[in-house]
């Protein structure tokens, strides 16, 4: 079946930096790519998304690259805040069934003052 | 306010003793799921609905059922709980071609 996975499982910043967080996934034949941020005792929430027909999504602080040939999903965090300390997740969803949706392990992302 | 709410949010229970786990959602969506998390392992999804009466199996549906006899409403069965059911488990709902909305977990520990 499909698998999602991340290079880093933690990652520490310092507040004001840039983090990026790397995904990487591999089916080719996936449409739809959600990252999705999950704080301690809660659900996650989602951050953004991005279709397999643009390699580039921007949003509030937060940037989604995809790089299809090389099967590479990336979240870049612009001005790290304490309040992004969190586990970041990559999701995929295949073109040919729209109901299954394949997350990744998580990323942990630590925020230093 | 737009909402999944599941119930409980923490169980401690034995095994074999049946139990239910609701989810509700209050955005009209069509489409709810299942899933557990485990460490290492990430959300692995159990079951899906795609609408009233219409549900399929996900990566990791055995000892577990489910039901929708209602748009907003999908409840999570262990009809016969185990140990290795042990997890936090979370609910999910969206609309076609839409991110999933989640509910804040049910951590369920099975002695």
């Known amino acids: 079946g499909e698998s999602v996975g991340l290079h880093l499982p933690t990652l520490s910043v310092q507040e004001g930096d840039n983090s990026i967080i790397n995904c990487a996934y591999s089916?080719?034949?996936?449409?739809?790519f959600i990252w999705y941020k999950q704080e301690s005792g809660k659900g996650p929430q989602f951050i953004i998304d991005?279709?397999?027909?643009?390699d580039k999504r921007q949003g509030q602080r937060v940037t989604v690259l995809l790089n299809k040939t090389v099967k590479h999903l990336s979240l870049q965090i612009a001005a790290t805040q304490p309040g992004d300390s969190a586990v970041y997740f990559c999701a995929e969803i295949s073109v040919y069934n729209f109901n299954k949706f394949y997350f990744g392990s998580g990323t942990k992302l630590n925020v230093k003052p | 306010e737009a909402q999944v709410t599941q119930n409980p949010r923490y169980l401690i229970t034995v095994t074999g003793k049946k139990l239910t786990v609701t989810c509700s959602q209050n955005?009209?969506?069509?489409?709810m799921s299942w899933y557990r998390q485990d460490p290492g392992l990430g959300l692995r999804q159990i079951y899906y609905?795609?609408?009233?009466?219409?549900?399929d199996k996900g990566d990791v549906p055995e000892g577990y059922k489910v039901s929708r006899k209602e748009k907003r409403n999908f409840p999570l069965i262990l009809e016969s709980p185990s140990p290795n059911q042990t997890s936090l488990y979370f609910c999910a709902s969206r609309n076609r071609g839409q991110p999933q909305h989640f509910g804040d977990g049910t951590r369920l520990s099975i002695l």
């Open positions: 955005m009209n969506h069509e489409y």
């Open positions: 991005i279709r397999s027909n643009m």
């Open positions: 609905s795609m609408n009233v009466e219409v549900t």
């Open positions: 089916n080719s034949a996936s449409d739809y």
